[in-house]
């Protein structure tokens, strides 16, 4: 190690004790929750965004069921179709 | 007493007081980074008050999955924060404030004000990833691995910007001998 590298480690280990103790302002964190505060979603928008997180989900399982439910339901009125059409041409 | 990945739950489900307690138990050593890395404690506080309001809307939003613990993940916030203030001071080529100029409600002595103030004169002239790297080695005693994760880069690279850090460093001191 050279007298040059020797020096730069010595002032950074200076510079690291010296800076030690750097604390923030005494009024950092109410600084930061008023800026948060300025920035935060409407509370109503958040409510809305939270709730369609879960109902998202819930949504598509019911379209789900509905789809399939309309799917059998359509089955069996053609079948119904059919029969009536069929007793229909019997009686005429 | 709660722990901080307690009050990440609880931020989630919209307790703002959560986040208080997390400012209060996090900056004190987010403030110290950010004003060995900007070079300034009222610049570095800046930074870490924008951090915050990443890591909020972040969270808020359910973009921290936790993988990382919340202090890595936080020094990753300020550093990229800080990282993207250097860029941007050196284009507006800002000079860092007047360290003899006290600021109201900062409780720091004006000794680790020019302390601050040196470290911004002597790294000044490191690109900004350099500096970062040199700042969480060796006066915040990061681990090469540490600060991969924090910089979200291989150890091999810290490594070498390390080298080129250092380099630099020499070259100053050569010229100013």
Known sequence: MTDRDQDIEARLTRLA??????????????????????????EWNSTIVRMSRVALPVAALAASIALMWAVASEHTWEEALAVSSGQTELEW | MPTLEQAVARIRNGDIGAFRELV?????????LAARIMGSVADGEDVVQD??????????QGR???????????????????????????????VTDDPAT?????PNSPETHLAVSEIAEWMGA?????????????????????????MDCSEGAV????????????ERQRYHD
Not at chain 2, 73 to 94: D, E
């Open chain 1, 17 to 42: 004790r010296s800076t030690e103790a750097v604390v923030p302002s005494e009024w950092f964190t109410d600084r930061v929750m008023v800026a948060i505060d300025s920035k935060r979603e409407p």
């Open chain 2, 24 to 32: 209060d138990e996090t900056s004190p050593r987010l403030c110290r």
């Open chain 2, 51 to 60: 951090a915050y309001i990443k890591a909020y809307g972040a969270l808020m």
């Open chain 2, 64 to 94: 921290f999955d936790g993988r990382s613990h919340i202090h890595t993940w936080l020094y990753r916030i300020v550093t990229n924060t800080a990282i993207t203030a250097l860029r941007s001071r050196a284009r507006q080529r800002r």
């Open chain 2, 102 to 106: 006290p600021v109201p409600g900062n």
């Open chain 2, 126 to 150: 490191l690109p900004p990833e350099q500096r970062v790297t040199l700042v969480l080695k060796t006066l915040e005693g990061l681990t090469s691995g540490e600060i991969a994760a924090i």
């Open chain 2, 159 to 170: 490594e070498q910007r390390l080298v080129r850090a250092r380099a630099k460093l020499r």
